[in-house]
């Protein structure tokens, strides 16, 4: 007599493997995803226009960012 089971062991599963095959999961993806195709359509414009700003403040971020971590003591 074979006393050996055929039945693989299945992977725990979590709350959030649970979820997204579940419609709630469905809709929590794609709501998001929606809201972010919809912006992007639709104030891609505003973005466009930050950009000008955003070049102008590369300069004092390269100084804060950058040059922190120069060294400005004389070495001993």
Known sequence: ?????????????SS???SVGATVGW??????AAL?????LNHAGHGITALSSLLLL???????FVHESFDHRQGT
């Open 1 to 13: 007599m074979n006393t050996t089971s055929n039945a693989s062991p299945s992977a725990p599963t």
């Open 16 to 18: 959030r493997t649970v």
């Open 27 to 32: 809709a929590l993806t794609l709501a998001p």
């Open 36 to 40: 972010g195709v919809y912006l992007f």
């Open 58 to 64: 590369t300069r004092p971020l390269k100084h804060v």
